[in-house]
């Protein structure tokens, strides 16, 4: 009975070192680079995300047909790196209305082509993808230098989500960028 019990607690202390360590890992990395990640929540608790701190808050009013809401965005600086989110609120029913696979593509690269032309920038990702479930499009573009511009875009209900990072060829900005756009999570997901 003994000797089960101690299996059991080992077995217990694993699993939750286990469990810790993907959580263990972040801290790690910061406490090596001396840089602080901060997590920002929605008001409505309707997503978060962890962008580099401080990340500074700012609200824009409606531009574009359908919106219901300003649009509320964070955007975070570190070195020449730049970290972008936003979202915005659409009316009741703009979204469900439509093929939300076309209208995430057709957000999600805007006018890409016309600031990243084709023959001065590789298109390295540039496909639909989903984010819980969510329709959303992923572009991710490469310059001569190596730099990239990685942009993601989602359609959750009437509630449009943007995310846009830049990275240099380095390791430490591409990993930091990654680390940004796979960190959003919804509170909803499509079932």
């Known amino acids: 009975m003994k000797h089960s019990m101690k299996r059991g607690m080992k077995r217990r202390v694993l699993a939750v070192s286990l469990a810790l360590l993907p959580l263990a890992a972040p801290?790690?990395?910061?406490?090596?680079?001396?840089?602080?990640w901060q997590t920002i929540v929605a008001p409505d608790l309707r997503?978060?995300?962890?962008?580099?701190?401080?990340a500074e808050k700012s609200t824009a009013g409606q531009k574009?047909?359908?919106?219901a809401t300003p649009r509320v965005a964070w955007e975070s600086k570190r070195a020449?790196?730049?970290?972008?989110f936003d979202y915005?609120?659409?009316e009741p029913g703009w979204f469900s209305g439509h093929d939300t696979k076309e209208m995430a593509r057709n957000l999600g690269r805007g006018d890409a082509e016309k600031a990243f032309p084709k023959d001065k920038f590789k298109y390295v990702r540039d496909e639909l993808v989903t984010l819980q479930g969510w329709d959303g499009y992923a572009l991710d573009i490469e310059g001569r230098d190596g730099g990239f511009v990685m942009m993601r875009t989602y359609i959750a209900k009437d509630r449009l989500y943007r995310l846009l990072v830049t990275a240099k060829s380095d390791m430490r900005t591409r990993s930091a960028a990654l680390r940004f756009i796979d960190s959003l999570r919804l509170a909803e997901t499509r079932g």
């Open 27 to 36: 801290f790690a990395a910061e406490a090596q680079t001396g840089e602080e």
């Open 47 to 54: 997503f978060r995300l962890e962008m580099p701190a401080p």
């Open 64 to 67: 574009d047909p359908g919106n």
């Open 80 to 84: 020449d790196q730049i970290f972008d």
């Open 88 to 90: 915005v609120d659409y």
